[in-house]
């Protein structure tokens, strides 16, 4: 059968996981601070600002009870439904500057996101 999903286009803005035997310490570093954050998700609900490509959701659900993943781009969205669905996470496309969901979160994070959001105070 022939995979069907759609490759993320590389813009430098966001990382896409590495594949077998390639090396990125950015991707390391990004990785490592999602698997910090696990010491403080489990058993929670956690919303995960930016989740870009959504590795770091997927990371965060090992220990979470639920993640909510949610990112600007719709492209990034589909990605992240594509690669890292799972039975507990759930990715919406949303503006995190307006995000004004119904639900209530134990915990979220936002790593590496800060610099794209304009000074909203």
């Not at 995960?48 to 781009?73: F, N, P, Q, R």
């Not at 990034?76 to 949303?94: D, L, P, T, W």
């Not at 307006?98 to 959001?117: L, M, P, S, Y």
């Amino acid at each position: 059968m022939k995979d069907q999903t759609q490759p993320l286009k590389d813009d430098g803005e966001r990382i896409i996981p590495t594949k077998p035997g390639e090396i990125s310490f950015v991707y390391a570093r990004h990785k490592f601070a999602y698997q910090y954050a696990q010491n403080f998700v489990e058993n929670k609900t956690v919303l995960d600002v930016g989740c870009g490509t959504g590795y770091g959701s997927k990371i965060l659900s090992e220990k979470a009870t639920y993640v909510h993943g949610i990112d600007y781009d719709s492209d990034a969205i589909n990605y992240c439904k594509q690669h890292y669905s799972g039975s507990n996470i759930e990715f919406y496309q949303a503006d995190a500057t307006k995000f004004a969901g119904e639900r209530k979160f134990d915990v979220a994070v936002c790593f590496q996101a800060i610099e794209h959001f304009e000074d909203i105070a």
